[in-house]
């Protein structure tokens, strides 16, 4: 099959090997040809060989298996010939092959329990967005790993190599800003709108460094947001923590990813709307909430609270509202973020009958989070004559429901209110000081004088 050769799989069992018998050949010779010595050889450098590849391909480096291949490679040297035994004793005798292949088939489900206890390791993967970027480190690790090995080095020598190696990966390090987000000096405040396909996914940076998430993204047989977009972009802007998860309502698009997230960062508070709704999205999310003890909280309409001067209010949902209990979406927590004269909504993918229901209550925003995606039955004619914002974002991805509909983008552009969406923008950054607002979508970057701050 010529196209075996895109094929990622090929690629990892090639690297993998020829790392592993690299470093083994070396290990051999200047640390000696026991059993520790050979698989400790052999995980490190199939480990770094591969590292690369996963990370470009996939953004995430499982250093977890450096230790997990002491218990897996004996096992897989008894189940490899015992598979391959089984297939030659097939034709001469039958009850021996079938044998054979039970014996080798308990020592592969061996394996993937062991993977599978590996994967759930906390930090024993390294995750960040795929790409060139995440890739670059890595393969700088496997060319300082050959140096060492390199023309018959000692094992001395090899330990000055990397010594010398480390240290300059200490420096670059140290070179960058370290801890958690900084402060931003200049008293700013941060909203990013990722781009997590279809659904919703936002990051919000306070100026005194603390991050509170907006939902978490979608998960899907094609992947998880949280694990691919929202956890990596965290661990990019060094956030140690989540001081809150906001999460709207418990559609997978929403709440998708955020078990993922909270596998990753610690949650101060976790707040979502509490409305029963059995699905698994939802149910692994609450699972995770409750195995790291994180402090829940069902939203409600009047609920408040403050980080570094940041304002966020609770418009929605009100479980005395007449409609609630009847359409999950319509029961989604709508944000209100303050900041001086900065006000962004949220608004989950709350429709036209919670529109009404809100109706001059909310008033003049800067930003408006464009409801439902972008759908026809939100971010009405009336809704917008209130809020009349002076910017919207369209948290939208590839999809099958017409989001974003013509009509409520004709609903903004008759009001000549800017859209971004992140599904041609990538991701929207709005940057705020309380005065004046700039936004940065696609490499351009476009300020305005907040209307409220103008009176």
Not at 301 to 309: C, H, L, N
Not at 364 to 380: D, P
Not at 397 to 410: F, I, K, V
């Amino acid at each position: 099959d010529p196209w075996a050769i895109l094929d990622l799989g090929g690629w990892l069992s090639a690297a993998a090997l020829w790392g592993a018998t690299t470093c083994t050949r070396w290990s051999d010779r200047a640390l000696g040809a026991g059993l520790g010595w050979r698989c400790l050889a052999s995980s490190v450098g199939a480990t770094l060989a591969t590292a690369p590849l996963t990370a470009l391909a996939l953004g995430t480096v499982a250093m977890i298996g450096i230790g997990l291949n002491f218990a897996a490679i004996p096992v897989a040297a008894l189940a490899v010939p015992a598979v391959a035994a089984s297939l030659l004793a097939w034709p001469l005798w039958r009850g021996f092959a079938e044998a054979l292949a039970g014996g080798a088939g308990l020592a592969l489900h061996g394996l993937e329990l062991l993977a599978r206890a590996g994967a759930g390791v906390p930090g024993g993967h390294i995750v960040s967005e795929p790409g060139p970027i995440t890739a670059a480190p890595w393969l700088l690790a496997l060319v300082a790993l050959l140096w060492g090995l390199g023309g018959g080095a000692t094992r001395l020598e090899a330990a000055r190599r990397w010594g010398w190696a480390a240290a300059a990966a200490l420096w670059v390090a140290l070179a960058g800003p370290l801890g958690r987000y900084a402060a931003d000096p200049s008293g700013q405040l941060t909203l990013h709108f990722l781009d997590v396909g279809q659904g919703d996914g936002a990051v919000i940076h306070t100026p005194g460094g603390h991050v509170v998430v907006v939902d978490a993204g979608p998960r899907t047989a094609r992947g998880d947001a949280g694990r691919r977009v929202v956890a990596p972009f965290l661990t990019r802007h060094r956030a140690r923590g989540v001081e809150a998860l906001v999460v709207s309502h418990a559609h997978a698009d929403h709440v998708g990813g955020a078990a993922a997230v909270l596998e990753r960062f610690r949650a101060g508070v976790v707040v979502e709307p509490g409305a029963p709704f059995d699905d698994p999205a939802y149910t692994r999310f609450l699972d995770a909430v409750a195995a790291a003890g994180i402090t829940w909280r069902p939203g409600r309409a009047g609920d408040r609270f403050a980080i570094d001067g940041v304002r966020f209010a609770l418009l929605h949902p009100d479980t005395a509202w007449a409609g609630w209990g009847e359409d999950l979406n319509e029961d989604s927590v709508v944000l209100l973020v303050e900041y001086g004269a900065f006000r962004a909504l949220f608004s989950g993918d709350a429709g036209l009958p919670v529109e009404q229901h809100l109706r001059g209550r909310v008033g003049r925003v800067s930003l408006l989070k464009v409801g439902h995606h972008g759908s026809r039955g939100a971010t009405g004619d009336a809704w917008l004559d209130e809020l009349r914002p002076q910017a919207a974002v369209v948290s939208v991805g590839a999809n099958t429901y017409g989001h974003p509909s013509p009509e409520a983008l004709a609903r903004l552009r008759r009001r000549g209110v800017p859209i971004y969406r992140t599904d041609r923008d990538g991701v929207v950054s709005v940057t705020t000081d309380g005065v004046t607002m700039t936004v940065k979508a696609r490499g351009e970057t476009a300020s305005r004088e907040l209307t409220s701050a103008k009176r």
